[in-house]
């Protein structure tokens, strides 16, 4: 999407701001997440209208918790100089205009932000029909009546944990449609465990063939020796028992610093060593024994942890750390 102008002119620096990007996405986030409840139960242009804010209130809100860190995390992996320089107060020295300036899409700003908040579950493959609706509804004017319900549920899901970390009232940001956007949530929630409940059954029904004709002895043996082996392939694998048939199944975790990096300086100076605290979130569960496998927000649906203690912190390279200095 186009960004706004920055306020600043050819030549001449002002005062900046380093949260004015936040804010100025966030109220529109606000505006657009309150017209899209207004309007999707409605017909014609308004449903259209319902699908394209929904989508880009999630986008701009997504962004507004980017800037939030740093308005730099706006910008597309491969930019220029003049973008860089509207969105961190300079754009005096640009050589364009502030409206020239390209931010990241959708997808790539909910990835960034998963990768940021590790509460925000965000999967391409089932959210992107947010996205979907409001492509399709702003270049063909085409949207169904379930489609364009489907993504405001997933307008209010994916806002829900941004909302959370940047202590924002839901009630204050839907206002008149607080109620509407949290019955949407219940109704995402209820999706999820339908999901999971689905899941169970298929576990069991496999479970039941793989044991049918075993005794007692026989089975204990053979379901041990299949949970004894980790189907993990992740940053962090943490031993789970599964929830449909009490044996050892597998959560898989992406490893994320946490905390600011310690460093400790020998005493001559000369070296010394460097660590940051790590902890484990969890993406998905894998269990060998009943085949059942939960990923995403399936996991907290199963009542799943959603995170680790690591005891083992990551050791940071000092010549990384301060960029060939001498420290």
């Given amino acids: 999407m186009n960004l706004p102008s920055s306020g600043s002119s050819q030549g ?15 109220r529109s986030s606000q505006s657009l997440a309150r017209s899209a409840l ?30 939030s860190y740093h308005p730099a995390l706006l910008l597309e992996r491969r930019t220029s100089l003049d973008s860089l320089l509207h969105l961190t107060g300079h754009g005096g020295h640009a050589r364009n205009s502030a409206h020239e300036v390209r931010s990241v ?57 941004i909302l959370h970390a940047m202590s924002i009232d839901p009630s204050v940001f839907y206002g008149d449609y607080a109620s509407s956007a949290a019955t949407l949530l219940d109704e995402a929630a209820d999706e999820d465990a339908a999901i999971v409940e689905a899941k169970f059954a298929a576990a069991r029904h496999r479970l039941a063939q793989r044991v049918e004709g075993l005794d007692a002895e026989q089975r204990a043996l053979v379901l041990g020796a299949i949970a004894s082996a980790s189907l993990g392939d992740s940053d962090h694998d943490e031993s789970t028992t599964c929830p449909v048939c009490d044996q050892q199944g597998w959560t898989l975790c992406e490893l994320e ?35 059942l496998n939960l990923e995403g927000r399936e996991l907290e649906a199963a009542g799943l942890p959603t995170h680790f203690e690591v005891e083992e912190a990551r050791e940071v390279d000092l010549a990384e750390l301060y960029d060939g200095e001498d420290y």
């Fill in 12 to 26: 001449r620096r002002t005062p900046y701001d380093p949260t004015i990007w936040s804010k100025r996405l966030l």
């Fill in 38 to 67: 207004a309007n999707f139960t409605q017909g014609g242009s308004d449903r259209l209208r319902a699908a394209v804010d929904g989508g880009t209130a999630v986008e701009q809100l997504a962004k507004a918790y980017l800037a």
């Fill in 105 to 161: 899409g959708a997808g790539e700003a909910c990835d960034r932000v998963a990768r940021l908040l590790p509460t925000f579950r965000y999967t391409p493959a089932a959210d992107q029909k947010l996205f979907d609706a409001r492509n399709s509804a702003a270049h063909l004017a085409l949207v169904t009546n379930e489609g364009v319900h489907e993504a405001i549920k997933i307008m209010v899901r994916l806002n829900a944990p």
């Fill in 257 to 291: 610093d946490v905390g600011d990096v310690q460093v400790e300086v020998d005493e001559d100076g000369a070296g010394g060593i460097a660590w940051v605290e790590q902890q484990a979130f969890s993406f998905a569960f894998v269990c060998a024994v009943c085949g």
